[in-house]
């Protein structure tokens, strides 16, 4: 609670949505819980937040953000990348360990946790499996568990080799932690830039093949049957990869997954311009895999959506195509892509699942209870789901400025984001 | 709207049309004892080359000094760029001098496309001088002059043409399918299958595997050459494998029916893809390609250049 904000805050006029439904009510919020729920809740000297015609739900939760802190200041920091997300409706995200240094220390841990403390958003510290990500040898994720990291990933690169990350979820199953798995590897990929299939060969860009996700995906869920180990899947993109979660999860394995709001919206036709800002890993994927991607998303055989919020600064994406890094910016259009992406114009309380509770509970964040009742932690999104607006990038509160979506119209928007009882976003705008 | 040449598709069936009937003009302009008209007096052309190609910047650089036009010449190792140097940056800067034509050669696919998104607005026409392995459109007009002008029949239309080799690495191959394909030519790509891209959806030609199933029914054999690097991907087993199955060899060019041409983007590799002695037939029409290449350029930076509002090619001033 940022000192001089109101403590007692009132959604007023809103459909209060949660695991249990979705209902007319306003939500009284007072000292960083929910006090009340209901249909005539005093005003009382409370804050009153308009949310007529919203959803008003718990707050969104992003398992893969990259804040880019410390090392890539000019491309994000804590604090202009927790401003983004409460702009998107987030009061949750991990941050992701690909830093400079890496976050494979007690030390970095600690920096980020301190940056974190004063951000417009809980920031949960993520680790890397390896030290310095480099796939050799295993980060001291007892010590860095002990300090609060509930994730453990290489993301931006997969654990390649297959003993050392059965040895990762072995050591890990007492720590009660996740290990999450960006999933490529490297050798059949070749260091594809884009997707390998009709627009590569055409437009002679070096691809990579789905079957390199899939690969990944495959000996881990191999792994984690031999270890009984829980396994996250990062960012998945192929039709193989939902397919292989989906048996895996038939059989009963201990798997979960996310997917992002792009390629549940994009394909890899959009790169046929050479616009770096489409450049992403894993790649933008046809049209089969994008609808594969919905489907999964659909059925609950992915668990969320998480945006892979990737900033990079403008000079670095003005590179050629294949020498830009890949990522784009994710935290300010993923609710409203995939509300659209997913037609779920009328099912809010799919939308808040897919962004709310259930990247929670791959957690076990307490967001994943999904209520909306006295007592729970006021952490709130509000959406108005009929609003369409203009993506403008100059506008948006990250640092960097790639993202795919500049001057598309987008339907749904965050209104206001209550974060600890604080109104972090009050009609669209940041507070602080 | 600025005219770019990017892809031989920029020009469709008309454009490609013109710049190889320009092509006849410059040509003889190319002949004449002062081989130089003042049709680009005035005008800037500024070649900016990412990567070392001695052949197509003296050969821009002839055509636009044959047209009169000033010329300056960017030389830019790959090496600044991989450390984060700003090719917007590069580009803005010499646009700000006030050019025509920028004409690019980059090892990356696309950067063509993006430096016309940059420039637009700005009146600079971008000439594609060959992108990583995606175009090479001046290679694909000058390849398409030479067939039209040495074959005897003296049209694409209805040639079969074997595009034999490394296509999944080469600028060359995909300019030249789609450019011979416009003009009527069926083509087929002849290589193993680790030497083509991934997918052929929406190419214009066919596929074969074994050169001697093919070689005797080709009007032309147009030769790719072999990196030597794709020794280390495992994309062919050796020099001698590759020579042994796609090498065109005295015994494989005996083969090629008559009046068949043999030609090749040069540098050729003798006794890899051509075997010493083919290189030396007068079927093999590869110096005629490098001849050709200077009109062809000249062609194109006319056409883009300037816009005859009646049509009429005015070369003298």
């Given amino acids: ?432 | 709207m600025t005219a770019h040449l990017l892809c031989v598709d920029d020009l469709g069936p008309d454009g490609v049309e013109a710049v190889l009937k320009l092509t006849d003009s410059m040509v003889e302009v190319g002949r004449r004892d002062i081989p130089k008209v003042p049709a680009l007096r005035g005008r800037t052309v500024v070649s900016l080359f990412y990567e070392d190609s001695t052949r197509t910047r003296l050969s821009f650089e002839t055509a636009a000094k044959r047209l009169s036009a000033d010329t300056m010449s960017f030389s830019v190792s790959t090496s600044a760029v991989k450390k984060g140097e700003s090719l917007r940056d590069t580009v803005l800067t010499i646009e700000a001098m006030g050019i025509d034509a920028l004409v690019v050669r980059h090892a990356s696919s696309g950067v063509p496309w993006q430096l016309a998104a940059w420039l637009a607005g700005s009146g600079v026409s971008v000439v594609n001088a060959g992108d990583g392995w995606h175009e090479h459109p001046t290679q694909a007009l000058l390849d398409a002059y030479t067939i039209r002008n040495e074959h005897k029949a003296g049209s694409l239309e209805g040639l079969r043409v074997g595009i034999v080799g490394d296509v999944k690495h080469s600028r060359v191959a995909r300019s030249n399918v789609f450019c011979f394909a416009m003009l009527g030519a069926s083509v087929t790509l002849v290589a193993p299958p680790t030497l083509l891209p991934a997918s052929l959806d929406g190419w214009p030609c066919d596929v074969a595997h074994d050169l001697d199933e093919v070689v005797g029914e080709l009007d032309v054999c147009y030769l790719l050459r072999l990196q030597q690097e794709r020794m280390t991907e495992a994309l062919v087993p050796s020099l001698r494998e590759y020579a042994f199955s796609y090498g065109l060899d005295l015994a494989r060019a005996q083969r090629l029916p008559a009046g068949a041409l043999v030609m090749h983007p040069g540098p050729i590799n003798r006794g890899v893809e051509i075997a010493p002695e083919v290189a030396d037939l007068p079927c093999a029409v590869i110096t005629r390609q490098v001849a050709n290449g200077v009109a062809v350029r000249m062609a194109v930076l006319f056409h883009l250049l300037t816009a005859p509002a009646d049509g009429e090619v005015r070369l003298d001033g």
């Fill in chain 1, 1 to 432: 609670m940022a000192e001089g904000g109101p403590s007692r805050v009132l959604l007023r006029g809103g459909a209060v949505v949660d695991r249990g439904g979705v209902r007319r009510a306003d939500v009284l919020v007072d000292s960083g819980v929910v006090a009340a729920v209901g249909d005539d809740v005093p005003i009382d000297g409370a804050a009153v937040l308009d949310c007529g015609g919203c959803w008003v739900g718990p707050g969104l939760v992003d398992l893969h953000t990259h804040l880019r802190q410390p090392g890539r200041e000019e491309a994000e920091t804590v604090e202009t990348g927790s401003r983004a997300a409460a702009l998107g409706g987030f009061t949750t995200v991990v941050a992701m360990p690909n830093t400079t240094p890496a976050i494979d220390s007690a030390a970095v841990v600690r920096e980020v946790m301190a940056l974190g403390a004063t951000a417009l958003c809980t920031v949960e510290v993520s680790g890397a499996i390896t030290v310095d990500r480099a796939g050799e040898r295993l980060a001291p994720m007892a010590e860095l568990a002990r300090l609060g990291v509930r994730l453990f990933t290489d993301d931006g690169t997969g654990v390649q080799d297959g003993r050392l990350m059965r040895r990762a979820l072995e050591y890990a199953l007492p720590l009660g932690v996740v290990l999450a798995q960006h999933c490529e590897d490297d050798a059949l990929a070749a260091g594809g830039v884009m997707h390998e299939g009709a627009w590569s060969s055409r437009m002679g860009v070096p691809g990579q093949p789905a079957e390199a996700e899939e690969l990944m995906v495959m000996r881990d869920v191999t792994l984690a049957r031999l270890t009984g180990a829980r396994v996250h899947f990062q960012h998945l993109s192929t039709a193989g990869s939902v397919d292989l979660v989906r048996l895996a999860k038939r059989s009963g394995l201990a798997v979960t997954c996310e997917a992002t709001p792009h390629h549940l919206t994009l394909t890899d036709e959009a790169c046929q311009g050479y616009d770096t800002a489409f450049r992403v890993n894993p790649p933008l994927r046809p049209a089969a895999d994008r609808d594969a991607v919905r489907a999964g998303l659909l059925d609950g055989t992915i668990d969320a959506v998480a945006t892979d919020h990737a900033p990079h600064d403008q000079e670095a994406k003005e590179r050629p195509f294949d020498q830009a890094p890949p990522g784009m910016l994710g935290l300010e259009t993923a609710m409203a892509l995939t509300l659209g992406g997913l037609g779920l114009g009328d099912d809010p309380q799919r939308l808040f699942a897919l962004l709310s509770w259930q990247p929670a509970s791959v957690l076990g964040l307490p967001a994943a209870a999904g209520v909306m009742a006295p007592g729970a932690p006021a952490d709130l999104c509000v959406i108005d789901p009929g609003e369409r607006w203009v993506v403008d990038a100059g506008r948006l509160a990250s640092r960097s400025r790639n993202t795919p979506y500049a001057g598309m119209e987008l339907q749904g928007r965050v209104r206001h984001t209550v974060h600890c009882g604080e109104p972090v976003v009050i009609d669209q705008e940041a507070q602080r």
